[in-house]
């Protein structure tokens, strides 16, 4: 049994002995360090009360050796931090004794100066994301209001925290690379913990390698994957099924790299939305987009696209972008690899392509042939950080005004991402019109039959599904024409 | 918590005087930015404390035939189930109509609602055990929606009518008449800290709380009374809460009783703090509301005579809805005089968890409905709104003719809407913008935008007239320090700096030589919730009355000690000048203190003027009214719905401020807020009465990115309150909300646009994109079809 677990806490080792795997990193600061300043507002890293900074080393010789990223501490496994560092708000003032203040930090005097906290609750969450934000852990060039996404404040209309962050310059965070690197270790972590209430013994294995993970997976055939835990996470906190053998894959140097194959792109498995945004947006400015409002800084800066795939969620919006573009998995058994287009990776609700002991280690994203259109939409209530309601992936290459390649996929309309054939076949060989355009979009009705629930309506669900076809081909046909509120909004 | 979360003493550091009209930061800036600030899940846990978790029903209304909890309490590290048998007083957390159940006995009326509660040694344990509960039911016909209720005819009380003028003779012989109605849906708080309570045991029974409420008084008396013991066993105390917006004032009861009842039976601390889910799901919200209307008005838009039906969803038990409907009839009149009304309220009794106080308190909800009716007569006309809003509008203040009687006879007599609403459609430019929209609507086929300026005139009083009262404490020790106490509540809204503001004020000190203390039943008794936007107005004066007390006793003593005229005893920022000294406030308290001076005071305010007959509805519910306008622009898209709010002016009095930083944070939060609600907020219940919408993944408020780009918001700097209320001061905690009703106007104008603006729009809120969607393609329908 046991196992210890050792991070950094304002740059000083810590060392948690036989805690249980599932138990999060807020759990852990708000118990047995006593840091209450991280508060839990819904244990589910939707409101990023609980915001705390993670550092870890990068592989490379960079001149900055500690990558740091703002979090959820509520959805972090304590295993998850074990050679990494911890910040949370506590760490950024001085202290004049147990409870007391002390000088706040720069960030901090902003917030009271601009009037940013009402009740409070958020508040330390907030200066954690501006402090993120000024320290590079926020993502690069990030605009606050996308920083600050995942931070719901009930009170202030957000106005005086915008006007704080205007304030905020960009600094060096803390050093901390040395003692980081001497709580590096050099074996896989493996953890067994008996839990009390369920009676059974809960293990946590972090492998080092892919082929550490690989007989890993073999040897525990129904172990969880964990990367991120934005997903598993809330198996714990909200579903209070806590798994029983968990595999970090977050430990795997093979599975965190982006790699140019040729014309594709092949995104590790471990691969957060944080590292590939750049990359991918670059290629598709519109999947850029919706990578930017899918979950938030904290979400983007833990969850990975892999995870996305893997879970098999009829409503991640990565698979439908991904499909759209022909996508491939590459899916590793032991030391056996097979490849698989995407959309056949997702066979029915709650049914994925995976054998026992199998999981995902890449997907391969190709260039897609020149002049092709390629268009991701998210309709959800709230732009930022809402599961979509649908999510619409159009990629079309059209040739002397006649379509001669189209890939139509959706989330939220089936039981899995899926491929929209009857409105493809439509399209393809006809006219680039608005009117074969719409006449395709009456096919999808033939393609999905979308359920109702507490996001949309069945109804609404085919109807935006249809116009947001027409959308796209407005976008490619008639540039003039506005389409988009967002837009509207920035430049209005 | 706060008298140990100390602010620290910096050495040698000099505090300017700032007292009341000061934008002086909030009290707590320091300790939430640094993390420090203490609620009630931060503080140290008790050794031996037991976390508490309660069952709840999975049925919207049955008989439970049986409930087995034996391996409930086999569970490791369970220490004590508690049910409805092991209550020694009353089985009652109900504010008013004893209705409430702490724990459900014989049948359950929701789901969600209380069971019993399990007592363990972590919450893990406490929830895993509370799912081997084996419970037996038999349902019994639920009514989940309006509808289901009043087909049923289930209500938490009878029908209510207010009503001015023969309306059924103004509506025949109206010169135009249209007919309409539309749905307005519920809203979760989403204070960011939820419910929470520690209870302690104390001698002989006696417990004490620490709760995250509005009301600790209330907590109380009903902790009291599910103990059977007198009030004075149970003392309750309140530093802060994360929020609150009507959602803790009745709704803390339930956890709080259930984790004094763990205490005092175990002997044990314990500690009730459901997560967000179990908090969504147990507590109520903002009642949704369902209205129609009937209106007469001449070809100039003039209301003529009005018919207005306001149906709401109660839920399972009365809680506060009786006064939270009486809100919303007492402002469907809006800023507008209407010269024969009927007002017809049915509250319904439906098996979903009990609505209740919200921000507004049923005011927003009737307000929606007048403003509707105004966007409605402007479209059948074909008049700008916002001129058919003017024409409407009571008359302005020293205006006779009658135009001033609200629909409960009380006469509107401050009334600023006019002048208010000139001046921001001067500063907003609305005439040009109103033809901008119009130009872009007919440039662009896809999105569509809509502008909209509307008013609001809020009641300001409990409408309760017994709860228009406060206390307050003040000692001021031998060292000239003072430490203040009153029966309001701090949830964030600023009320403890405003507080302190006054008493520093009223004695001319540093703001830091007065010491914000945490609400607590033991130091003023009987108090009223921290409501109705009365925090400040009632907290205030009670604190003006003690510190005049004590301003009193210092003076007469000065004056015989120094042998001058009580007169020539002034309190100033340098000190007290007595004669032609000047003596500093710390060297008078120690001399007083010598003297055999008392230094402690309490003050007590009751609101005078207003009284009410509910009978009749009549009377005068308000002391006073606050005002505000707000103009939208927002911009749709006719192919999702998708809506995006871009821009807004606000312009609200709030009298003369107390703290205008404190003030534009709320009018702003308000704002917000009220978008939210009118927009991306939707509560969601399927057939059998389950909330499927319980978590931020799924009930969505705004975020930073929501806030219009463009967002003007200004305190109206001629205001000053016409009744004698703290330094002329307005409340300012719900009026803004309903600021974001020109954003829900705004989205129907867009809406409307879509056919030319010849039929209106049925768009019922929230305004999600399905519902502007929906609204978009009826409309279509409607004006080509």
Redesign the interface.
Same mark, same amino acid.
């Given at each position: 049994m046991g196992g210890t677990i050792r991070f950094l806490l304002d740059g000083q080792p810590q060392e948690a002995a036989g805690v249980d795997p599932t138990t999060t990193l807020l759990e852990h600061l708000r118990g047995p360090l006593r840091r209450t300043g991280t508060k839990e507002g819904c244990a589910e890293g939707d409101c990023g009360s609980c915001t705390v900074l993670v550092g870890e080393l990068t592989t490379g010789d960079d001149l900055d050796p500690v990558n740091w990223r703002a979090v959820n501490a509520c959805i972090q496994f304590l295993p998850m931090l074990d050679g990494k560092a911890v910040m949370t708000v506590e760490s950024l003032s001085t202290q004049t004794g147990a409870g007391c203040a002390g000088k706040p930090h720069p960030v901090q005097q902003a917030m009271i100066d601009k009037h940013g906290s009402q009740c409070g609750f958020c508040t330390p969450g907030i200066v954690m994301s501006l402090y993120g934000r000024a320290v590079g852990a926020c993502g690069a060039g990030a605009p606050v209001e996308d920083v600050l996404a995942g931070n719901l404040c009930r009170c202030t209309g957000y106005g005086p925290i915008l006007d704080a962050a205007r304030e905020v310059v960009r600094e060096a965070a803390p050093d901390v690379a040395a003692p980081l690197k001497a709580i590096q270790r050099q074996a896989m972590l493996s953890l067994a913990h008996e839990d009390p209430v369920r009676g059974v013994t809960r293990r946590w294995l972090a492998p080092r390698s892919l082929s550490e993970l690989a007989a890993a997976a073999e040897a525990n055939p129904e172990a969880a994957f964990v990367a991120g835990a934005t997903d598993v996470g809330l198996w714990v906190t909200k579903l209070r099924k806590p798994p029983q053998t968990l595999i970090d894959i977050g430990r795997v140097p093979e599975l965190k790299t982006i790699a140019r194959v040729g014309d594709s792109l092949r995104i590790g498995a471990g691969v957060r939305y944080v590292e590939a945004i750049e990359t991918l947006a670059g290629r598709y400015p519109s999947l850029g987009e919706m990578m930017r409002r899918l979950g938030s800084t904290q979400v983007r800066n833990s969850g990975t696209i892999g995870g996305n795939i893997a879970n098999g969620s009829p409503i991640g919006d990565m698979p439908p972008a991904l499909i759209a573009l022909g996508a491939t998995l590459v899916l590793r058994r032991g030391e056996r690899t097979r490849e698989i287009p995407l959309e056949d990776f997702f066979i029915a609700y709650g049914k994925q392509d995976r054998a026992p002991g199998e999981f995902v280690e890449a997907v391969i994203v190709p260039r897609g042939p020149a002049g092709q259109v390629f268009k991701v939409y998210k309709l959800s209530k709230r732009f930022d950080q809402d599961i979509s309601a649908v999510c619409a992936a159009f990629a079309f290459t059209v040739v002397d005004g006649v379509v001669i390649e189209a890939r139509v996929a959706f989330g939220g309309m089936a039981g899995t991402p899926r491929r929209a054939d009857a409105c493809e076949a439509a399209l393809i060989g006809s006219p680039w019109t608005r009117e074969s355009v719409e006449a395709a979009a009456a096919r999808l009705d033939e393609d999905y039959a979308p359920l109702s629930d507490m996001r949309a309506s069945a109804g609404y669900r085919a109807r935006a599904a249809r116009n947001l076809l027409v959308r796209a081909f407005l976008e490619s046909a008639e540039p003039g024409v506005a389409t988009s509120v967002l837009a509207e909004a920035a430049h209005g | 918590m706060a008298d140990?979360?100390?602010?620290?003493k910096v050495a040698a550091k000099v505090t300017p005087f700032q007292g009341v009209h000061a934008?002086v930061?909030?009290d707590?800036?320091?300790?939430?930015?640094?993390?420090?600030?203490? &609620?009630v899940?931060?503080l140290?846990e008790p050794a031996g404390m037991l976390h508490v978790h309660l069952g709840m029903s999975t049925r919207a209304h049955a008989r439970i035939v049986s409930m087995d909890l034996s391996a409930v309490r086999a569970?490791?590290?369970v220490v004590r189930v508690l049910t409805a048998a092991d209550i020694p007083g009353e089985n009652d957390v109900s504010p008013v109509i004893h209705d409430d159940r702490l724990f459900a006995q014989g049948e359950v009326i929701c789901v969600g609602q209380s069971l019993f509660a399990v007592a363990a040694t972590?919450i893990?344990?406490a929830?895993?055990a509370a799912?081997k509960a084996v419970v037996e039911y038999e349902d019994l016909p639920a009514a989940i929606t309006i509808a289901d209720a009043a087909a049923a005819d289930l209500k938490i009380e009878a029908s209510q009518r207010m009503a001015r003028g023969d309306v059924e003779a103004a509506l025949a012989g109206a010169t135009n008449r249209i007919q309409g109605r539309f749905a307005i849906g519920g809203q979760d708080?989403? &204070?960011?800290?939820?419910q929470a309570s520690l209870a302690t045991p104390r001698e002989e029974g006696d417990v004490h709380v620490w709760c995250s409420t509005q009301h600790p008084t209330e907590v109380q008396h009903l902790i009291a009374r599910v103990l059977g013991r007198p009030d004075h066993a149970v003392t309750v105390e309140v530093r802060?809460?994360?929020?609150?917006?009507g959602g803790k004032e009745t709704q803390a009861s339930l956890f709080a009783a259930a984790a004094a009842l763990v205490a005092v039976k175990t002997g044990r601390p314990a500690k009730c703090r459901p997560?967000?889910?179990e908090d969504m799901v147990m507590t109520g919200k903002r009642h949704d509301f369902e209205v129609g209307y009937d209106v007469g008005f001449d070809d100039e838009g003039r209301l003529q005579g009005i018919r207005l039906e306001l149906a709401s969803r109660c839920g399972a038990t009365t809680d506060l809805s009786p006064a939270i409907n009486d809100r919303a009839m007492f402002h469907a009149d809006n800023a507008y005089y209407l010269p024969a009304v009927e007002i017809v309220s049915h509250r319904y009794r439906t098996h979903t968890v009990s609505n209740t106080a919200f921000r507004g308190f049923g005011g927003p909800q009737g307000m929606a409905a007048i403003e509707r009716v105004m966007d409605a007569v402007a479209q059948g006309l074909g008049l700008d709104p916002l001129e058919v809003r003017r024409r409407n509008l009571y008359g302005a203040h020293g205006e006779g003719g009658g135009h001033n009687l609200t629909p409960y006879y009380q006469v509107v007599e401050d009334n600023v809407a006019p002048e208010l609403i000139e001046e921001l459609a001067r500063s907003c430019d609305y005439e040009a913008r109103q033809r901008a929209v119009d130009a872009f609507n007919t440039a662009?086929?896809?999105?569509k935008k809509g502008l909209a300026l509307t008013p609001v005139k809020f009641g300001v009083s409990f409408t309760t007239t017994h709860l228009n009262q406060a206390g307050a404490l003040i000692h001021i020790y031998a060292d000239g320090s003072i430490m203040l106490n009153h029966g309001g509540t701090e949830?964030?809204?600023?009320l403890y700096i405003k507080v302190a503001q006054v008493a520093a004020e009223a004695f001319q000190v540093p703001l830091d030589r007065v010491k914000i203390t945490s609400t607590t039943t033991d130091k003023v008794p009987n108090t009223s919730a921290t409501a109705a936007s009365s925090g400040a107005d009632l907290n205030g004066m009670a604190v003006l009355d003690a510190a005049g007390k004590l301003k009193g006793r210092l003076v007469a003593f000065a004056a015989e000690k120094w042998g001058v005229d009580p007169s020539q005893v002034a309190f100033a920022p340098d000190g007290v000048r007595i004669g032609g000294e000047v003596v500093s406030f710390p060297d008078l308290c120690k001399q007083a203190y010598l003297a055999r001076i008392s230094l402690s005071a309490t003050g007590f305010y009751a609101t005078p003027k207003i009284t009410y007959d509910r009978k009749t509805h009549r009377g005068r519910p308000f002391y006073y009214f606050a005002y505000g306008a707000a103009c939208s622009e927002v911009?749709?898209?006719t192919?999702?719905?998708?809506?995006?709010v871009?821009r807004a002016d606000i312009l609200h009095d709030v009298g003369r401020s107390l703290n205008p930083?404190?003030d534009?944070?709320q009018v702003?939060?308000?704002?917000?807020?009220g978008m939210g609600w009118l927009t991306?907020e939707?509560l969601?219940y399927d057939a059998k009465g389950v909330l499927?919408?319980h978590?931020?993944?799924?009930y969505?408020?705004?975020?930073?990115?929501?806030?219009p780009?463009v967002?003007n918001?200004k305190l109206w700097e001629p205001g000053r309150n016409a009744e004698p209320t703290v330094h002329r001061s307005k409340a300012v905690g719900e009026p803004p909300l309903m600021l974001a009703i020109s954003v829900f106007s705004a989205i129907t104008r867009a809406v409307a646009s879509v056919g030319d603006h010849k039929v209106m729009p049925n768009l019922d809120a929230p305004a999600?994109?399905?519902a502007v969607?929906?609204a978009v393609?009826d409309v279509r329908r409607r004006a080509h079809g």
């Open positions: - | 140990s979360g100390a602010s620290p934008s930061a909030h707590s800036a320091l300790r939430h930015v640094t993390g420090t600030a203490i &609620y899940d931060d140290p569970s490791p590290g972590s893990a344990a929830r895993a799912a708080h989403f &204070y960011l800290e939820g802060r809460m994360g929020g609150g917006f997560d967000r889910d662009n086929p896809i999105l949830m964030g809204q600023g911009v749709i898209d192919l999702t719905g998708e809506t995006k871009l930083a404190i534009l944070g702003e939060g308000g704002f917000i807020q991306t939707e969601v499927k919408t978590a931020p993944s799924t969505k408020i705004p975020t930073a990115s929501d806030r780009k967002l918001v999600t994109p399905e969607l929906t393609e």
